[in-house]
């Protein structure tokens, strides 16, 4: 597609239960990343991508969250477990992968509510 | 550690005012870049502009423009005769830019929401 997309859109949850978000970046793009936005706030960093490897993932909160990607495509962030506190917005960006200097380009996010 | 203060967290103003939107940054990086998004209500983020640190012009996009100044580290954001549309959160960004395995990724400010009056 053109843009950045993100599935699901809403994501509604019990504490405790594993969820799956995907981004599937722009074609071409190899960086990837991710960001976390709680409510009112600005966007964390959660982990990047450059192809299929993940040389920062300093971001991600606890072990309970991990990410993977493959095919140079297609990223999917996993969170194991919920908690309330992960009740979020979880945006997906990609750039071109070199020079790794312009815009990020990003999804419209997959809202995620932990009850 | 690179950082980005949006001190202000909410501005309201009625339509046709002036605003200036204020970011200051810290890093120890010699070459870095800065960005502006805009996040309207639909929550999707929409770029505005990237600058890097050698290039302290300042740039008029339109009703936009910005002002970078490296001697007090900010890079502020003034809409001139806002509008409705203009209604949103803006969050300013600090990158890296470094070659070699290094990330770039963009530390955001906490955003300042902007509310335009009719």
């Known amino acids: 597609g053109a843009g950045v997309s993100q599935s699901p859109s809403n994501k509604v949850t019990e504490k405790g239960k594993d969820v799956e978000l995907r981004c599937d970046p722009i074609s071409g793009h190899t960086a990837l990343y991710w960001y976390r936005q709680r409510l009112g706030q600005g966007l964390e960093f959660l982990i990047y991508?450059?192809?299929?490897?993940?040389?920062?993932k300093s971001g991600l909160p606890s072990d309970r969250f991990s990410a993977e990607r493959t095919g140079e495509s297609v990223s999917t962030l996993t969170i194991q477990r919920t908690q309330q506190e992960d009740s979020a917005v979880y945006l997906c960006?990609?750039?071109?992968?070199?020079?790794?200097?312009?815009?990020?380009?990003f999804g419209e996010g997959s809202r995620l509510t932990v009850l | 550690a690179q950082k980005v203060t949006q001190a202000q967290t909410e501005i309201s103003v009625v339509e046709k005012e002036d605003v200036t939107l204020d970011c200051v940054y810290e890093?120890?990086?010699?070459?870095?870049?800065l960005f502006w998004y805009k996040q309207p209500p639909s929550g999707e983020l929409v770029f505005l502009i990237r600058?890097?640190?050698?290039?302290?012009q300042n740039e008029i996009s339109g009703r936009y423009s910005w002002n970078f100044q490296k001697s007090t580290s900010s890079f502020n954001f003034t809409i001139t005769a806002s509008q409705v549309v203009d209604s949103a959160v803006y969050f300013c960004?600090?990158?890296?830019?470094?070659?070699?395995?290094?990330?770039?990724?963009?530390?955001f400010g906490t955003g300042t929401l902007l509310a335009v009056q009719p």
């Open positions: 960004a600090l990158s890296e830019a470094g070659y070699g395995g290094a990330t770039n990724k963009l530390i």
């Open positions: 991508f450059q192809g299929n490897s993940a040389p920062d």
């Open positions: 600058r890097n640190s050698f290039d302290e």
């Open positions: 890093t120890r990086d010699t070459t870095y870049y």
């Open positions: 960006a990609s750039r071109t992968g070199f020079p790794l200097t312009g815009e990020l380009f």
